[in-house]
């Protein structure tokens, strides 16, 4: 039996990189978007540039699902490497659309198989290698247009807007199109079983990638320097710092930049750089990956116990040492939250999607600045690399730029007393000057080594001490400043509960629902910031067991709940996921059905209705 | 001013420069280094440059890394910020600050264990970068603060306290800077104030990255014989190419020279550089004949001392990434914030 669905299947493209497939099937995702239909596509490339194969996944959910669902139900296999896998993959009953130029044989019988001439038709087409290349990707497009019931209208659209500014190209493009469209409407059983219906799910939704986003973010929170070195896959939010700045940041008249980036020669440099500039006053950033983040500890600590604010970027992958760099993980939370030697405790934001990239892209300026601490945004190579449909930007122009606790020369000549380390406010931030603010007054030295509240040298165990009681302060004081975790209930409530953080979300979001179906309820709690707000220890105080769910080996963020709140271990469960794939709402809500039943036979209530 | 341990008491007839400022407001805390070490006269030469130079100390920032080198800032400018960062990275917190504020004067100091050890990299890449600052080794052949050891300057069969002779090769971090870009070079000596502090001033007044590597001795651990770089040992081999005078304006060259023996640079700022020639032939305008000669003298063993070289009319970092004027730490939000309507508009473009 053929698989039917309606709004609600995956089709995986299998490329191979470097074949310019990339906007072509970036054009399919936005097209089912442009008919109403949530889409969520994702990447999976290895780690290289060409000739090696790729994937481009798109999940197709009238309902809105947008984690990885797994499987695939039309798989369009356009690389012969990876074609025995490939075939397998796809889901009983699914859809095989390949280049039948050199006709496959014995392919499986519980399948559909829609073969076109592709290179044929392309060869008789086109004269020019490259062209006959470019324009197969937007050929197939046609094709799946034609099997899928896509408008022909909407893409022809999102083609005149892709090459709004080089028009020449609009026509062979949709020329380009109509052919595979034509052609399959003409051969191929249209339509399939798999169709895409006009719907209004989307709203005003926009499609981007939390890398984007991120430098999006950081342009309105204001930074101006950004110091970093290529990595995957954090390099795509430099570069989109670099473009926003481009936009928004260059003067008009004299052309110049109100902004500064360096591609240093390493991360030792991008975190040092970004320590000077905010030292100096200006809001600085740098966006790595892991192995950046471990080069970077030394400095970390510096800025923690110097009270220097920063913004890290972190857009995680598969470690540790370069591991599956093109894969994501959750994996770098304790490395983060603990980063550097000595006793530290670092702020971590977690957002979910690129709106909230955003966000906490903004904010984690402001909170650096008003923390006077290294600020970590966690995103992950899946919502940092795949564009995803998130809530349209928002700001409000009424928001300012929190500087935090700087005195100015005013301040220092009203007689204000200064002490770099003096916590006069109680809340364990103290005030801090710029260089050059004052001929006389507000100078101190920065510096590693231990200090008074006046900043001078000292080795004197009781100061050194005290400065360290008053740096937990502080971040007590930090709870209050960083995004509260978002707590949803089941409409009846529920003895379990689940807590969760960043990527994770969409598959969490649908699990859910999935369990809600099979019966069992859920409390959800997303947490978004560590330190922990206390509503993190009252939800866990408040169930029976709490289900942990994330995207390391190790459970790290367990740990740090473990650790920070003294949470008896037991109380909190492990749903791990590591493989390098995001996660799944499958996966998850198998692992808490098993554990849920497996305890339903030794009932944790006491008596039974 | 949080750490001035010195008394502040001026004489009141003690002489002022042109901000009314005297020698004393340009010190900083009293030294706990070693008495007789290299690096304190340093510090009384940048104390000396900045004061008759009439710069405002507060408008300085100091930057350093981690050794006995490294804590010198202290000791100089109390009025200016500093930051004792981490070794080796001083460059990289230097060039940030720089980034964020162009205004400033940015002196970083070092040592070569910081500089040409753990931090060598960056070291490069601050030079090449361009980025406008006076960056001085205070180059001792060993890693004083713990004790001895030998640094990556240290010339192949100086003999350390115990004996012990350096099997490696020396960098020789003067010729380094020349080699990859930075604008002003020169080297000198803690124990010869006439050089280094004209070249200091002259370093200050340039812009773009200027670099002076200065020998200076570690008396606890590197001044014995045997040692390259004990006082006696550069004394002796110290060959100056030239003789610098510092002059803020034209107005102050008043006698008469023999042709070419006398060359007036004039900077980008206006200030002018008047260098008495020793050595006829050597050219510090000339990157590439002055490198040949710089590796040809140290190899018959000569420490070669002066302005190495120069270019007057260089540029810096801002100036190769076109920042505004306005440092990037003034601009206000409106200057920073795209605004909701960009946003709305960008919105709109994602759908
Ligand atoms: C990461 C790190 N490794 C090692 C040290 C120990 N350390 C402190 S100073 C120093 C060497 C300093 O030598 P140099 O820069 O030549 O300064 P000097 O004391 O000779 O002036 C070392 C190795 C350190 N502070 N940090
Ligand atoms: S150990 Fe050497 S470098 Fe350090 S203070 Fe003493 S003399 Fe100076
Ligand atoms: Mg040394």
């Not at chain 1, 020369?409 to 200064?418: C, I, K, N, V, Y």
């Not at chain 1, 009846?492 to 689940?498: C, K, L």
């Not at chain 2, 012990?164 to 070079?185: C, H, K, P, R, Y």
């Amino acid at each position: 039996m053929s698989l039917h669905a309606i709004n609600d299947f995956v089709v995986r493209f299998a490329n191979v990189n470097g074949s310019g497939s990339a906007s072509a099937n970036q054009l399919f995702a936005k097209s089912i978007l442009r008919m109403g239909v949530p889409a969520t596509p994702r990447n999976i490339f290895p780690s290289n540039i060409q000739g090696l194969p790729t994937w481009y996944e798109v999940r197709v959910s009238e309902a809105g699902h947008m984690g990885a669902r797994g499987g695939t139900d039309l798989m369009v296999a356009m690389n012969p490497q990876t074609w025995d896998k490939d075939v397998d993959s796809i889901e009983p009953g699914g859809f095989l659309f390949y280049d039948s130029t050199k006709p496959a044989r014995d392919l499986r019988s519980d399948i559909t198989v829609l073969g076109m001439p592709l290179t044929d038709i392309c060869n008789r087409a086109y004269s020019d290698a490259r062209q006959r290349q470019l324009f197969k990707n937007i050929i197939y497009v046609g094709a799946l247009s034609a099997l899928l019931g896509i408008e022909s209208e909407v893409v022809e659209t999102l083609l005149a807007e892709q090459f709004k500014a080089k028009e020449k190209l609009i026509a062979p493009n949709v020329a380009a199109f109509r052919l595979g469209r034509d052609y399959a409407l003409e051969h191929l059983p249209c339509p399939i079983g798999l169709q895409v219906q006009r719907r209004d799910k989307v709203g005003d939704r926009i499609f981007i990638d939390g890398n984007s986003a991120a430098g999006l973010g950081s342009v309105y929170g204001g930074a101006t320097v950004c110091a970093w070195y290529p990595i995957t896959p954090s390099t795509s939010l430099a570069e989109a710092f670099m473009r926003y700045c481009k936009r928004y940041r260059t003067d008009a008249d004299t052309g110049l930049g109100r902004h500064a980036i360096i591609q240093a020669e390493d991360e030792l440099a991008s975190i040092g750089m970004v320590i000077g500039a905010s030292w100096n006053g200006a809001r600085a950033f740098t966006a790595t990956s892991g192995p950046g983040i471990s080069l970077m500890q030394e400095f970390l600590g510096l800025a923690y116990f110097a009270e220097i604010p920063a913004v890290i970027f972190d857009v995680q992958r598969a470690g540790p040492s370069t591991g599956m760099p093109t894969r994501t993980q959750q994996c770098d939370v304790m490395a983060c939250a603990y980063a550097s030697h000595g006793d530290t405790k670092q702020i971590v934001l977690f957002p979910e999607d690129p709106h909230e990239c955003f966000e906490f892209a903004a904010q984690s300026f402001d909170l650096a600045d008003r923390l006077q601490t290294p600020v970590f945004v966690l995103l992950d190579l899946d919502i940092g690399m795949n564009e995803r449909l998130s809530a349209p930007f928002a700001w409000d122009d009424a928001r300012t730029l929190d500087r935090g606790k700087v005195m100015t020369a005013e301040d220092l000549d009203s007689g204000r007393p200064f002490g770099r380390y003096m916590d006069v406010d109680g809340d364990g931030i103290a005030y801090r000057t710029y260089p050059g603010t004052h001929p006389s007054k507000g100078a101190f030295f920065t510096r590693g080594t231990s200090r008074d509240e006046y900043a001078k040298y000292t080795e004197d165990g009781a100061v050194y001490q005290r400065n360290m009681e008053r740096l937990l302060r502080k971040f007590e004081t930090a709870k209050q400043h960083v995004p509260r975790p978002v707590r949803r209930d089941a409409p009846e409530g529920a003895r379990y509960g689940a807590i969760y953080y960043g990527s994770t979300a969409p598959a969490m979001d649908e699990a859910v629902e999935m369990l809600a179906a099979d019966g069992i309820a859920l409390d959800l709690m997303r947490v978004r910031a560590f330190p922990f707000h206390d509503d993190i220890n009252a939800f866990i105080a408040s169930h029976d067991r709490v289900f942990v769910v994330e995207q390391n080996r190790d459970a790290q963020l367990r740990t740090l709940l473990i650790n920070e709140g003294d949470i008896d271990p037991a109380r909190l469960i492990r749903v791990l996921h590591y493989d390098g794939t995001p996660i799944t709402a499958r996966l998850i809500s198998t692992a808490i059905a098993q554990t849920i039943n497996a305890a339903k036979i030794v009932p944790l209530r006491k008596a039974v209705p | 001013m949080t750490f001035l341990a010195k008394p502040k008491l001026h004489h009141p007839s003690a002489p002022t420069n042109a901000l009314g400022l005297t020698r004393r407001d340009y010190e900083g805390a009293i030294s706990t280094l070693c008495a007789g070490c290299g690096h304190d006269s340093i510090s009384a030469a940048i104390i000396h440059a900045v004061y008759e130079l009439g710069l405002p100390p507060h408008r300085i920032a100091k930057l350093s890394g981690i050794g006995c080198s490294s804590k010198t800032p202290t000791y100089f400018l109390g009025t200016a910020h500093g930051f004792n960062s981490v070794h080796g990275r001083m460059p990289s917190v230097l060039t940030g600050a720089n980034l964020a504020n162009r205004d400033l004067i940015y002196l970083g100091v070092s040592g070569d264990g910081d500089s040409a050890s753990i931090g060598l990299g960056q070291f490069a890449h601050a030079m090449r970068r361009g980025v406008n600052m006076v960056y001085i080794v205070e180059n001792n052949g060993v890693y004083g603060l713990t004790k001895g050891q030998f640094s990556a300057t240290s010339d192949r069969g100086s003999k350390n306290k115990k004996g012990g002779e350096n099997v490696d090769s020396a960098i020789d971090l003067a010729a380094m800077a020349m080699q990859i870009g930075a604008t002003f070079v020169g080297r000198s000596f803690s124990g010869d104030k006439a050089q280094l502090v004209p070249l200091i001033k002259a370093a200050l007044n340039h812009k773009g990255a200027a670099f002076i590597d200065c020998i200076s001795p570690c008396v606890q651990f590197n001044n014995h014989v045997g040692s390259t770089k004990s006082f006696d040992y550069v004394r002796e081999h110290n060959e100056a190419v030239n003789m610098l005078d510092f002059l803020p304006d034209r107005r102050e060259i008043t006698a008469d020279y023999a042709p070419g023996t006398v060359e007036v640079v004039k900077q980008h700022d206006g200030s002018l550089l008047k260098l008495r020639k020793i050595h006829q032939e050597y050219d510090p305008h000339d990157r590439v004949s002055a490198l040949g000669y710089l590796q040809q003298h140290t190899a018959a063993g000569e420490i070669v001392t002066g302005l190495l070289y120069v270019d007057p009319d260089a540029q810096d970092l801002h100036d190769h990434m076109q920042t505004v004027s306005t440092p990037l730490n003034a601009l206000d939000d409106a200057a920073l914030i795209p605004g909701s309507a960009a946003l709305a508009k960008l919105n709109a473009a994602l759908r």
